[in-house]
């Protein structure tokens, strides 16, 4: 867009009043006032970050830096109201490198060149922004919020279907051409979101590692620009499903879709979390859509032969008997034979791949043996090698052995094939080597019992099985189940009580033990107490009243502070007097503590620590409840418009009351005064 005051150089189209005069040939426009008073609020209110080139602050390369923003942008918009040059080029870098992602707007100064005139351009109301107006009044800044709402109103509905089209003309009409491939930028600002984004995703890594997926959830929402941002969803969603956090995956992978609709790995792994979360048919709908568009692509094959498999377990899982489960597992032996028939296939496409393999042996084995247990004909799963496979599987499986990083998958492969071969002793060898390699996490071994329960639930080398089903169970509990424990979660957030010198009370000292006694009834309300966990920020005021009361009544309490220790006591809570700083230790020095800046490192820069700490409490509330109606939440707030951005009271409650929780609002201005 144009800066500063520009002279429109034609007659406008529209009649613009001036003193005594009817319209005029030349006037200035405030481009500066169009950015500042329209165009960021509305990118704003349509859910944008609004970013042009005066926003940078630090020094360097001006055309680079340019350059940088046209070409990675989620979205650029260009006021092309009037014939400025620099405009005009801009817009065509981005038409060159994108085949979508720019919204064209024009307040009516000029006709629009031959090469744009067919493109699609919304207007706005360009006399508002008419040079050194006397009338920027009370009407005027309503006629701005008027046009405020309409134009992001227009942008909400353009940024939505912009993933449908292509918006830029060279795109639409130059078939085949390919969009640039910006990953390998390597601008300052390019090298410094990499550093970004690789600080980001160690720590995704060590989050996992830590079983923190409260911390992964509130990566997936930190990375700023569009390519990293992909990568860390992709990584976010990848750990969240390791930790058996599906439905948070879901929708990290949705929201990834959302930018990547043709991301065929994300697909693959969404219709995989979908079969996890019991959505089996729209898992299987789904593969194989994805198996006949790539029919030659072995990981979806793979996670199709996963679906049918969890499927043929559970049709004869819950039968009461050995004899009914190997009954009803035959009569259901087809969906056994697709499963086996997929994993095949994805075999075939990779015979280094271990893990389709054992899947196709195994599957085998079981349907012979059960073929000579009961008296169905044997489905046809189309193998006719099994000797042969396994021969294959075993020389792969020994080969991903030598690598360290497959150790905790290629040695219960082994230890497999030697239950299917009918060797126990070694069998339970490759399984205690697998359980205890260093670092070994819980969804691994819970993975590897999970199989074994196919042999154990019809069977199959009883003898053999059950000594390797103790040693995995006797792991996990030495590892510990770092699945949700809690029955209800409460997490708080809230005014801190209010300093000396504030002049308009929001949560005043004298209010202290009426808004502890709201907080106590509304505990009791909800039969918190022990088996519970509370999650608070820890500053004075409500977060450690909430604390207090919750593990009065016998809850867990976790306090998740914005700031390091000593930091948080000093900004948060010395203020308020000595008595608050000795309640904060006690509580610490009594429950788990962990800090933002320790755990997460700083936040974007959109976002204030305080306000990204709330989110890491919401998040880490999140994967910490089972059903969505044991979460609840108190909030001691003025219910004052203020703190409505991201991780703000209002939109913590908003988000809250999305994910189905309880939020119960305590306004301490509206207790009665004590006594």
């Known amino acids: 867009m144009p800066f500063g005051k520009k002279d429109v150089p034609k007659k406008p189209k529209v009649e613009v009043p001036a003193e005594g005069q009817g319209a005029i040939e030349s006037l200035k426009v405030d481009f500066d006032a169009v950015y500042e008073k329209l165009l960021a609020p509305a990118l704003r209110e349509a859910g944008c970050v609004p970013f042009r080139a005066t926003d940078e602050k630090g020094a360097g390369d001006i055309r680079k830096d340019m350059f940088f923003e046209l070409v990675t942008a989620d979205l650029v918009l260009a006021d092309i109201s009037i014939l400025n040059a620099n405009v005009f080029y801009e817009l065509g870098v ?77 795109y639409s009409m130059v078939e085949g051409l390919k969009p640039v491939d910006w990953s390998g930028i390597s601008t300052a600002r390019s090298i410094y979101f990499q550093k970004l984004s690789d600080d980001w995703r160690q720590r995704v890594k ?71 979360l019991g959505r089996s048919a729209n898992a299987e709908e789904s593969l194989d859509a994805l198996v006949n568009a790539r029919p030659g692509d072995g990981e979806a094959q793979g996670m199709l032969g996963r679906v049918y498999k969890d499927l043929w377990r559970v049709a004869w899982k819950d039968q009461a008997t050995l004899e009914e489960r190997q009954s009803v597992a035959m009569e259901n032996a087809v969906i056994a034979a697709k499963a086996i028939a997929s994993y095949e296939r994805a075999l075939r496409q990779d015979l280094g791949n271990y893990y389709n393999g054992i899947n196709v042996v195994t599957l085998q084995s079981l349907l012979d043996f059960l073929a000579e247990k009961t008296v169905a004909l044997p489905a046809d799963s189309g193998v006719s090698d099994l000797a042969e496979l396994i021969s294959v599987v075993s020389v792969a499986t020994r080969q991903g052995l030598k690598n360290p990083n497959e150790l905790a998958w290629a040695a219960p492969s082994l230890g497999e094939l030697e239950l299917i071969r009918g060797n126990a002793p070694e069998a339970l060898r490759r399984y205690q080597q697998a359980a205890n390699a260093p670092g070994a996490p819980y969804f691994e071994i819970e993975s590897m019992l999970g199989q074994l329960r196919l042999f154990e639930g019809l069977g199959f ?58 907080i106590a009834g509304l505990l009791a309300a909800w039969g918190v107490g022990k088996g519970d966990l509370a999650i608070s ?22 306090l998740m502070l914005a700031l390091p220790r000593a930091d948080f006591v000093s900004k948060s809570v010395a203020f308020a007097g000595n008595n608050w700083v000795q309640r904060f230790h006690q509580l610490a020095n009594t ?47 003025d219910e004052k418009p203020t703190g409505d951005g ?25 207790l009665p005064e004590p006594g």
């Open 94 to 170: 981005r038409h060159g490198v994108a085949p979508r992602g720019v919204i064209s707007i024009h307040a009516g100064w000029s006709d629009r060149p031959f090469d744009v005139a067919p493109d699609r351009t919304f207007k706005y109301n360009g006399q508002l922004f008419i040079a050194d107006q006397k009338t920027r009044d009370a009407a005027w800044e309503e006629q701005v919020k008027t046009e405020v709402d309409q134009l992001a109103a227009t942008l909400r509905d353009a940024i939505a279907e912009d993933e449908q089209t292509i918006g830029s003309p060279v």
């Open 206 to 276: 060590v989050a996992r590692k830590e079983r923190h997926p409260g911390d992964i959830l509130t990566f997936a929402g930190d990375m700023p620009t569009r390519l990293h941002r992909k990568q860390l969803l992709w990584q976010c969603a990848r750990a969240l499903v390791e930790l058996h956090r599906f439905e948070q995956a879901r929708g990290v992978l949705e929201e990834l879709l959302e930018m990547d609709r043709d991301n065929f790995e994300a697909r693959s792994f969404l219709a995989l979390v979908d079969n996890r």
């Open 461 to 518: 080398r009883a003898e053999a099985v059950a000594p390797v089903v103790k040693l995995l169970e006797r792991k996990l509990t030495q590892l510990g189940n770092p699945l949700p424990a809690f029955g209800k979660v409460v997490v708080c957030s809230g005014h801190m009580i209010d300093k000396s010198d504030r002049i308009k009370a929001r949560f005043p000292a004298s209010k202290e033990a009426a808004v502890r006694e709201k």
């Open 537 to 558: 920020g820890g500053a004075c005021g409500s977060d450690i009243l909430l604390a207090e009361e919750c593990q009065r009544r016998g809850a867990s309490v976790r």
């Open 591 to 637: 429950c788990e503590v962990a800090d933002q800046t320790s755990r997460l490192g700083k936040p974007p820069a959109d976002l204030d620590v305080f306000s990204r700490c709330n989110l890491w409490m919401l998040n880490t509330a999140r994967v910490e409840v089972g059903p969505a109606d044991h979460l609840f939440s108190v909030l001691v707030w």
């Open 646 to 670: 991201p991780g703000g009271t209002s939109d913590f409650a908003a988000r809250v009351r999305d994910l189905g929780g309880v939020v119960e609002i305590i306004n301490p201005t509206k």
